[in-house]
């Protein structure tokens, strides 16, 4: 059912770089509360656009690897699926988000729990920490990878399907983000949770396993195009970001927009003709070193709040975040990005060892 790789294939890439660039929006939505200059306050928006792509890279690239190492499952496979990752992403995520609330309670976002009925909604919604929001949509996915089987059984490897699925997929996206800004500007604003916001990312994932050889052939070969359309949506977006004029409010770059959703499948298409480029070259180093770092992602993500709160304050010295607010984003970046990917290393090398023990413990 399941196939072992051993290599980093696309979806390994566009963890790594999410998971790496998605450490960056809260830094810089920390960084701005320190009031900085209105030029630098530019700098800051232009930054956080251009790792806008967090979300989609990561919905894309669960689904291309999964689909990849499971191109025969069906529903037969979904009891053993979930158990597997019910070990390795539910259990996590239920851990960090009980740390954030029980130990970093001034991380909550819209509002603050203050008894069980909304501790408990807290913990499900995604407002326990900044990021967690990402973690109650991306879920959402692993819970219907069967349907995402499914589809992937469906189109097989017809491009009439494949092509009618793409359009259909597209257009019916575009009339969600209409829908969306309709929703949202009434106060539907838990709608980004939703895995629907993001769907188009994980069908295409799908759609890039089952006619990998065309898909790869034509990023490979247009390149150059696809950083083309990325250029010219970053453009788009901080365009769009300083019209509102200042301060720079982050909440004015939503996902859900045509130059944010043209940006996140450009940076998608270039990540992947890197990932193509280093399989190539036959350039195994690189591609053991994303593959490995891949599958310490997620756990990485779900703690880099913790380690960036611990940063911040640490760092917070003397005159350092008033006087230099881009090298105070370069060191709590940095510094949480190593912090997070060491923790998820250790965390995960310490369980293994716990369990190894409990395995030889003779029982009584």
């Not at 390795?88 to 239920?94: E, H, M, R």
């Not at 008894?115 to 991306?138: E, I, K, Q, R």
């Not at 180093?285 to 994303?290: E, G, M």
């Amino acid at each position: 059912m399941k196939i072992e790789i051993k290599h980093a294939d696309i979806g390994d890439y566009l963890k790594v770089f999410a998971c790496t660039a998605v450490m960056l929006q809260p830094t810089i939505a920390l960084v701005l509360t320190t009031h900085p200059q209105p030029h630098t306050q530019m700098i800051l928006g232009i930054f956080y656009n251009l790792v806008k792509y967090t979300a989609p890279a990561f919905i894309f690239g669960i689904l291309y690897t999964t689909t990849r190492t499971h191109l025969t499952a069906t529903w037969a496979d979904y009891p053993t699926y979930m158990r597997g990752t019910w070990h390795g992403l539910f259990i996590p995520s239920i851990w960090w988000t009980t740390i954030y609330l029980v130990v970093m309670p001034w991380v909550q976002q819209v509002n603050h729990y203050h008894d069980v009925g909304s501790f408990l909604w807290h913990f499900v919604n995604g407002n326990a920490a900044p990021h967690l929001w990402y973690n109650t949509m991306m879920l959402q996915f692993i819970i219907l990878m069967p349907f995402f089987w499914l589809l992937a059984r469906f189109v097989d490897s017809n491009p009439r399907r494949g092509w009618s699925v793409a359009l259909i997929t597209l257009i019916g996206y575009l009339l969600w983000l209409v829908a969306y800004s309709r929703l949202v500007a009434h106060g539907w604003y838990l709608l980004d949770r939703l895995f629907v916001s993001f769907v188009i990312y994980g069908i295409f994932g799908v759609l890039a396993v089952k006619f990998a050889p065309a898909v790869n052939h034509y990023l490979k070969r247009l390149w150059p195009v696809s950083l083309l359309v990325l250029i010219g949506a970053f453009v788009w977006t901080n365009w769009e970001l300083h019209s509102f004029g200042f301060p720079v409010f982050l909440a004015n770059a939503p996902y859900y927009k045509p130059s944010m959703t043209l940006y996140a499948l450009a940076v998608i298409a270039c990540v992947s003709a890197l990932c193509l480029y280093n399989t190539l070259r036959n350039n195994e180093r690189t591609l053991r070193v994303f593959h490995y770092l891949a599958n310490y992602a997620y756990k990485a993500y779900l703690s880099n709040i913790f380690w960036l709160q611990i940063v911040w304050h640490l760092s917070d010295r003397g005159t350092l975040h008033q006087a230099h607010p881009l090298l105070t984003l370069l060191l709590c970046w940095v510094s949480t990005w190593i912090l997070s990917f060491m923790s998820a290393v250790g965390i995960n090398t310490l369980w293994t060892k716990v369990k190894n023990l409990r395995t030889l413990t003779p029982a009584n």
